[in-house]
């Protein structure tokens, strides 16, 4: 099946901005929805952003006006546009499709 790997973390300061790309070793062109999670030590993994073959988007409410998620078929990629992070944006952020997951990439925002 396809893998997905990520790329693009790193270590920003507040109000800084990254993006994260998630590179399927196979068409992503079937599938419908990808998304971003992201994962803070003790906490629960949770949807950042989610898009769909035809384009329609769903943020979580404390990304929404930073983040933009997209997607490239022809290139089989996904990213994640992420502007004005905030140290609370600190976490794993993990590609998503089809019950497949990437191994994630670090996102740490210093104060």
Not at 11 to 17: D, H, R, T
Not at 36 to 47: F, I, M, T, V
Not at 90 to 107: N, P, R
Request: glycine fraction near 12%.
């Amino acid at each position: 099946q396809v893998q997905l790997v990520e790329s693009g973390g790193g270590l920003v300061q507040a109000g800084g901005s990254l993006r994260l790309s998630c590179a399927s070793s196979g068409s992503i062109f079937s599938i419908n929805a990808m998304g971003w999670y992201r994962q803070a030590p003790g906490k629960q993994r949770e949807l950042v952003a989610q898009i769909t073959r035809g384009g329609s988007t769903i943020y979580t409410d404390s990304v929404k006006g930073r983040f933009t998620i997209s997607r490239d078929n022809a290139k089989n990629t996904v990213y994640l546009q992420m502007n004005s992070l905030k140290p609370e944006d600190t976490a794993v952020y993990f590609c998503h499709a089809d019950e497949i997951w990437g191994q994630g990439t670090q996102v740490t925002v210093s104060l």
